[in-house]
């Protein structure tokens, strides 16, 4: 499996969707996905579930990156996604304002910084939402990324349980909200046309 390919310059957005049956090959595309971007000096952020941070983590170390020196120096960010969403939550739906101060203090964190800076996020608080059955806040989340990709320069790849998607649920509602689908081979495939931009 080679590396999930993502723009290396500031001026392509690329916000990806992988949708998942398996923790372990949920894992190894985030990997590989941070991991490429090591190599090219992006720093990474993670916002996933304690469970699945620790399976990335375990997949960074199979491939011999220095996670420890790594999340030492600052240039790898662990964040715990429902403490993460519970920051910037109001009523059952994600504020656009405390969203933006929350993932800008984060982005600002791997930065730390340095000018020109392009990261790579891995994020499942959406996918936390749909399994709580909160489609319109994950719909919404997803909107607000792509605001705050405006301002900010980063990649970013989202994980979606298969499971998730019961038959009153649209994939193809999400991947609306995304450039890019990865495949199973982590191949990244344009997904089509985005919607608008939250105002």
């Known amino acids: 499996m080679g590396p999930v390919n993502a723009p290396q310059g500031t001026s392509g957005h690329f916000h990806a969707v992988r949708f998942y049956d398996s ?10 996905f941070l991991g490429a971007g090591f190599v090219i000096g992006q720093p990474g952020l993670v916002i996933g579930t304690p469970e699945h941070n620790a399976a990335i983590v375990q997949e960074l170390h199979s491939r011999h990156f220095d996670v420890d020196g790594m999340q030492a120096a600052g240039d790898l960010l662990l964040l715990d996604a429902r403490e993460t969403m519970a920051s910037f939550m109001v009523d059952g739906m994600p504020d656009g304002e405390r969203f933006k101060d929350r993932m800008t203090a984060a982005i600002e964190e791997v930065c730390r910084g340095r000018t020109d800076c392009t990261i790579r996020a891995y994020g499942e608080m959406v996918d936390l939402l749909w399994k709580d059955g909160h489609t319109v806040a994950a719909v919404r989340l997803e909107m607000l ?24 649920a649209s994939i193809n509602e999400i991947c609306q ?10 191949e990244a495939a344009p997904s089509g046309p985005q919607r608008g931009a939250v105002n």
């Open 145 to 168: 990324w792509n605001k705050l990709a405006m301002t900010h320069d980063f990649s970013l790849l989202c994980g979606y349980a298969m499971g998730n998607f019961y038959k009153d």
């Open 177 to 186: 909200q995304h450039t890019h689908v990865i495949s199973a081979g982590g």
């Open 23 to 32: 923790k372990e090959s949920l894992c190894r595309i985030v990997a590989e």
